[in-house]
């Protein structure tokens, strides 16, 4: 086992590390104010973003789930690394070379994550290289007769597997990889005759998380004397998790976060199709059913937010082949629809053909414009229980209504559900008010996002909601203004200036927690221009108060983009000690005329000499 980082190391990859960069592979962020960013949260389920990143202060916080922390705890939540992971994975990012405590070189426990995911990039190169020998006719054959060229093969990573019994494994470990990190990687099973490459004789698709490492492979069948499955995935591993991975979204999701649409397929052809055709968003689901983990990594990624701004904008586009199987997938993508607070769209060619074959047989502008002529989800679904049913008879259409009416229920938007009751009552050839009466009845209620059936179970990390949280504090002026310092305080020091972050400490507070993150400020101010600033606050200010702090640091300023920051953060810092003078003054005024000058002249004057200096501090404030 490898031994300790030295802590100069992991303070430098820290230093110059962008948390932003590093979230912004995982979820989209947009913007929140000055110097913060937001997006959906990684950790929980959720409609309005309430995850904030603030990359000047290198910490994240979710003020949903409570969930905080750095870049290198971040990592650890979201891929399930141990801290030495996260700290090498970045530092290899930004060329740190670490030093270990006992001198030795990582490895051990500590590695096993990135000696799998090392194996699986050693493997997708040996693939491609594979695709290019003479072995590989039949799968350059089989990618030139489905419209794809050597460059399509390039830009999507495509490889081929010899058919040997153990070429890939014999390669691996030449290259230095035990059998139980290739045991591990999903690359090679136990046989009767020894190991053996799992893919054998088959295309290979790498499929790869949102930040481009290679996690594992979809295989297709190539030769007739394979007995496998058309299709052959990598296992559930530790790192591989069919049901938490969408093919292509590694290359799709700029183009999703950027035009707020995403096109799900069946299949690598037709992910691969779409985007040479010119639909960039398309992704699709690896060797399962699409299901409740990929629409939450969907949301993160089109930042899929249900607001008066926002709602109805995004989109999800199904596409879905005719045949009885297509089907079965479309009502399991209609049962999931409510998790989306994007509009949902079904996509299917006239002829029944998919993406891939659409584009062989019509070209790329015929995928494009499949594409374009979606039609609403509900839509699609409605009309398919009405081929069910004879419309032609009272019974039919009395049948028919009932069918539909608890659709019609759980459609959120007013004017879309209005809109579907007129739709609804043309299509059967009933009345509009007998159409409203039958969704009346039907006593459905929309379904949440968040909802889940009783069968269904669904791993949520634990949260972490803070007793004494931003959110709690009484929605007061005092108190809002206390608040505002502080945020100031703690994420912009210098430009606060530590002449005002002294006065500041001195301040009377109205709110007891806020003063406690306040005496923590005092208790920190030798660290006021070191990078442990946040921390050394934190630490001063206890267990209890800790992720007040932090919620503080992360926190958007209500601060107008465009305006000075530097004025902002005075100001507001200047506002608040001004309003602790000017309430010492009141005090000693009172204080004064409760005095008489003529029985006590020397406390008389004294408060005098008081009040003139708070007035002369005061004066001093607003010249600065």
Known sequence: MSGLIRRTDIDEVRSRVNIADVVGDYLTLKTAGVGSLKGLCPFHDERSPSFHVRAQVGRYHCFGCGEDGDVFTFLQRVDHLTFTEAVERMAAKVGVELHYEDGAKAGGDS???????????????????????????????????????????????????????????????????????????????????????????????????????????????????????????????????KSQVLYGLDLAKKDISRSRKVVVVEG?????????????????????????????????????????????????????????????AATRAFAEEQRFAAQTFVAIAPDGLDPCDLRLKKGDAAVRRLIEERRPMFEFMIRRILAGFDLETVEGRSNALTATAPLISGIRDAAMHDGYIRSVAGWIGVDPTQVTRAVRVSGSKPRSISATSQNESVSEPETRVATVSITKLPNDPAVRLERDALMAAIQQPMLVGSDL??????????????????????????????????????????????PLVFELALAPMPQKLGRDLSNYCKAVVVSLIGRGLTAKKNELIGKLQRTERESDPEQFRNIQEQLMGIENERRALTLE
């Open 501 to 546: 972050i002294r006065r500041l400490v001195l301040t009377p507070f109205s709110n007891e927690h806020l003063a406690l993150v306040r005496n923590a400020i005092g208790e920190s101010l030798e660290q006021i221009e070191s990078t442990d600033w946040l921390n050394s606050i934190s630490a001063s200010a206890g267990s209890e108060i800790s």
């Open 268 to 328: 690598y052809t037709d992910v691969m199709a779409c985007h040479l055709a010119g639909v960039p968003t398309a992704i699709a689901t690896c060797g399962t059913a699409f299901g409740t983990e990929h629409i939450k990594l969907i949301r993160r990624v089109l930042g899929d937010v249900e607001n008066v701004d926002t709602h109805g904008l995004g989109e999800v586009i199904f596409t879905f082949d005719p045949d009885e199987a297509g089907q079965k």
């Open 111 to 241: 590695a096993g994550r990135a000696r799998l995911l090392a194996a699986n990039k050693a493997a997708e190169d040996y693939f491609a290289s594979q695709l290019l020998t003479s072995d590989a006719e039949v799968g350059r054959t089989f990618l030139k007769q489905r419209g794809f060229d050597e460059q399509a093969a390039l830009q999507f990573g495509i490889g081929f597997a010899p058919k040997g019994y153990s070429k890939l494994g014999e390669h691996l470990h030449s290259l230095g990889f035990s059998e139980q990190e290739l045991l591990g990687a999903g690359l090679i099973g136990k046989g009767e005759r020894g190991n053996y490459d799992r893919f054998r004789g088959r295309l290979t698709w790498p499929i790869r998380d949102t930040t481009g490492h290679t996690l594992g492979f979809g295989a297709r069948k190539l030769f007739d004397d394979d007995q496998g499955p058309k299709y052959l995935n990598t296992p559930e591993t530790e790192i591989y998790h």
